[in-house]
């Protein structure tokens, strides 16, 4: 009997480690580009820096297709409900990069008019502080996310920008591959 | 039976993949054909002219990189152009040369981006990465001096932040050289490329009169035909003394404003070229004389007032921000002590130069300049990149306002747009190179 | 003949302050007479203003720590550019706090119209006759006008998210 159900663990836990294998080396990301840190993203896209090396050489531009969301550049008070509306749109499970100081917490633009920290409106996996980041900070920050795909740890806080106390993220309802189909089936 | 038909609107962006940079057109559609087109634009406000006037004149700078940040440098020297004016002071020979080099590489880097970027929504993804490639050069001589790849905040009131390093000519002839070689390559690929051709010939064409009428500048008042450029009608630094042609097209098409800044490109990369042949040596160069001493060591040396020849000496920073050992290249600066902080062996070497750096660098001293408004305008890379200074004699600037050469393009957009075909929108937005950060500031 | 001297000598009356600090030539007016000074500007064949540069304004709330008094809070200024003669104008409307209004120059260039857009965003002034004068930076939710200078810099209103 233990040697059943230690057998079934064995077998579980190892075939989440060839997920978590597997995720980590086909990123398909979404570029959320905004600002100046999208300079930096191409010059880490392009041939140069190459993180097709790391399987996350190809942009999807439908949060539906993605994985992991790159939030690259500032994000204003006005942009922030298209990136909470892109985040929610993902399918699960999902990762966010913050990419550049402003995303991390808001950068020296400590103004009316820019989010403070993306965190405090989507939760963060990854942050890539630099302002830009240089491109080997990037792809730093890559395989630190590809060694939390590989553990299935996924984000789930959100953060107060002025005390910085987390609080569980109140999600929308997990949009599931399954579901995704499901609806595609029901709308055809 | 008769078929009704209604047009149909259709939302792009603010983040859609043939639009690189975050802005939304809402579009009214008669089939394939564009009826009418809503532009929002504000999605990248980050308030610049509202921060500027919470902080001193100097740490503006940062705030510039982050305009155009495809072309740092010129808003840089834009801003300080801008400040020096208001101050009514002038800068070294060898200061000008310098920032007429670092400009004109951030222009070719600019316009590199922006065909690249445009080429690859038009499916050329080769074009992109060898441009890129050719920009990765450019980032590499930028980074030399500056320190940094992008964000640079590299000129200074009165001057610039460090010197030439010493073959730096050499390695931008090489570089120069280079890019030539990769422009060569994407104009064999593009200019008589049919599908490019096709997509760009005759889309998002605009006439003269509503060019002026929109009051556009750069490649695209250019491309309409009429050779205004800020450097050859009120020649700034020493762009006077510089053998440049200002390339102009005819229809004012998209495939027009493609040529106006390919032969651009070259032509920045002759002026280079004329600025290394022309640069003098610098009130900085050649006086160092002494030993290499680590910047430590200078501190410890001057506390004990042993400040004797300490000028003369090399200075050595370690580490840097970059995580190595890298010389200390002295900035070049105009000879105004109420604007420009001293070499740091003055500042630590005797009380003249701790008081004058103190007086500079202290909350409420600063830079002081009259009671005044001016505005200075440079060529940036998308046109005419003007500063408007507004300064009520204290350290902080009253109002700056920066004059946003993408802001008119875009608010021309529509003009561009009617008329032509939905699939049109990519290479006419493509051209127009929006940069948000300067559209929305 | 500079275009500095042509408005003096056709707008001397409701003219209330010019310079030419650093060279760049300034005139301050009163906002009754700008649509007339503008058209003065485009139509006069020897000063040929075709481009509208430039269109901000200025908030001149308790200038310099209120030891410059300003009779007007705001100025609307206007850069000028003619490509034929290359030469610059800056004009200047002082407008009052009570009632911030200006005539629109929509109708006279094209360039005018998100220029003044951004106006009324940026300080709240109004345009009389702008075909369109909405928000253009900022969002329709936000209350107030960010660069007056009584707008504290860090007063955020988001939309989503937590407020502070």
């Given at each position: ?188 | ?369 009259p009671v005044g408004e001016v505005y ?14 507004v ?51 | 003949?500079t275009?500095l001297?042509?408005v003096q ?6 003219i209330l302050e010019t310079h030419a600090f650093r060279g760049d030539e300034t005139v301050l ?46 100025e ?13 104008l800056r004009l200047k ?72």
């Amino acid at each position: 009997m233990s040697f059943m159900s230690s057998a079934s663990n064995f077998f579980t836990s190892k075939m989440s480690d060839a997920m978590g294998w597997a995720r980590k080396y086909s990123i398909f990301q979404y570029p959320f580009v905004t600002a100046c840190c999208g300079m930096e993203y191409m010059s880490t896209a392009a041939g140069h820096y190459d993180v097709d090396r790391f399987g996350a050489g190809f942009p999807r531009f439908s949060p539906r297709q993605s994985d992991v969301l790159f939030v690259v550049g500032t994000i204003s008070h006005k942009m922030a409900p298209v990136l909470k509306d892109v985040y929610d749109k993902m399918c699960e499970p999902k990762w966010v990069v913050a990419f550049g100081v402003c995303t991390c917490t808001g950068g020296f633009y400590d103004n009316y008019s820019t989010v403070m920290g993306i965190d405090t409106i989507i939760p963060v996996d990854i942050y890539i502080p630099g302002c830009p980041p240089r491109p080997e900070n990037v792809i730093d920050g890559l395989m630190k996310l590809q060694d939390k795909i590989q553990k299935g740890e996924q984000s789930r806080t959100l953060y107060d920008p002025r005390t910085k106390i987390g609080r569980p993220a109140q999600l929308q309802e997990g949009y599931s591959v399954v579901q995704h189909i499901k609806h595609i089936e029901s709308s055809s | 039976m008769s078929t009704q038909t209604r047009s149909m609107l259709l939302n792009v962006g603010p983040s859609h993949p043939a639009m690189h940079g975050v802005i939304r057109l809402i579009m009214e559609l008669d089939g394939e054909k564009i009826k009418g087109v809503d532009v929002e634009i504000g999605y990248l406000h980050r308030a610049f002219e509202k921060m500027c006037e919470t902080v001193t004149y100097t740490q503006c700078f940062p705030y510039t990189d982050r305009l155009n940040y495809v072309s740092p440098l010129i808003n840089n020297v834009g801003f300080a152009m801008a400040v020096e004016k208001l101050l009514g002071i002038d800068i070294p020979e060898r200061a000008k040369y310098i920032r007429v080099i670092m400009s004109e590489i951030s222009r070719v880097t600019d316009h590199l981006t922006c065909i690249g970027a445009s080429s690859m929504e038009l499916g050329a993804m080769s074009v992109f990465l060898y441009l890129i490639k050719a920009r990765e050069f450019l980032y590499e001589l930028v980074e030399e001096i500056t320190g940094a790849r992008l964000t640079i905040s590299y000129v200074r009131i009165g001057g610039v932040k460090a010197d030439l390093t010493p073959g730096f000519t050499d390695r931008a002839f090489q570089k120069i050289a280079e890019v030539r070689k990769v422009l060569i390559e994407a104009d064999k690929l593009l200019t008589r490329n049919r599908i490019f051709f096709d997509r760009m010939k005759n889309t998002g064409k605009i006439s003269a009169e509503d060019v002026i009428s929109h009051g556009i500048t750069g490649p695209f008042l250019r491309g309409s035909g009429i050779a205004y450029d800020v450097r050859k009608a009120n020649p700034y630094l020493i762009y006077d003394r510089l053998d440049f042609e200002v390339p102009t097209g005819t229809t004012g098409d998209n495939l027009d404003r493609y040529f106006v800044r390919m032969a651009e490109m070259e032509q920045s990369l002759r002026i280079i070229e004329q600025c290394f042949q022309q640069i003098p040596d610098g009130p900085i160069a050649g006086e160092l004389t002494g030993e290499m001493l680590p910047a430590a060591e200078m501190v410890d040396r001057a506390k004990m007032g042993q400040t004797e020849g300490l000028l003369t000496d090399e200075v050595d920073l370690d580490p840097t921000l970059q995580g190595s050992t890298k010389k200390y290249y002295k900035g070049i600066s105009a000879d105004k002590k109420d604007v420009v902080l001293p070499p740091k062996e003055e500042t630590y070497g005797n009380i003249e130069g701790l008081m004058n750096h103190f007086k500079l660098v202290m909350y409420g001293h600063g830079i002081r300049p009259p009671v005044g408004e001016v505005y200075f305008p440079v060529e940036g890379a998308n046109g005419e990149l003007g500063f408007y200074i507004v300064s009520d004699g204290r350290d902080q600037p009253w109002r700056v306002r920066v004059h946003p050469p993408c802001f008119p393009i875009m608010s021309a957009l529509p003009k561009c747009l009617i008329g032509d075909q939905m699939a049109d929108l990519v290479p006419t937005f493509g051209s127009v190179n929006m940069i948000a950060g300067e559209l929305d500031r | 003949m500079t275009p500095l001297q042509r408005v003096q000598e056709k707008f001397s009356q409701d003219i209330l302050e010019t310079h030419a600090f650093r060279g760049d030539e300034t005139v301050l007016i009163r906002p009754s007479v700008l649509g007339e000074v503008a058209k003065f500007l485009k139509t006069t064949p020897e000063l040929d203003f075709n481009f509208l540069m430039d269109v901000t304004a200025v908030d001149y709330l308790f200038f310099a720590g209120g030891r410059i008094p300003k009779e007007f809070r705001f100025e609307v200024v206007y850069h000028f550019l003619s490509l034929k003669y290359n030469h610059r104008l800056r004009l200047k409307v002082a407008v009052d706090e009570k009632n911030p209004e200006v005539d629109t120059l929509t109708d006279l260039w094209a360039s005018a119209n998100w220029y003044e857009r951004e106006v009324w965003d940026m300080f709240g002034i109004k345009f009389k006759g702008h075909p369109n004068l909405k928000r253009i930076l900022m969002y329709e939710e936000f209350q107030g006008h960010a660069l007056r200078k009584d707008y504290p810099f860090n007063k955020r209103q988001p939309l989503i998210g937590p407020q502070n």
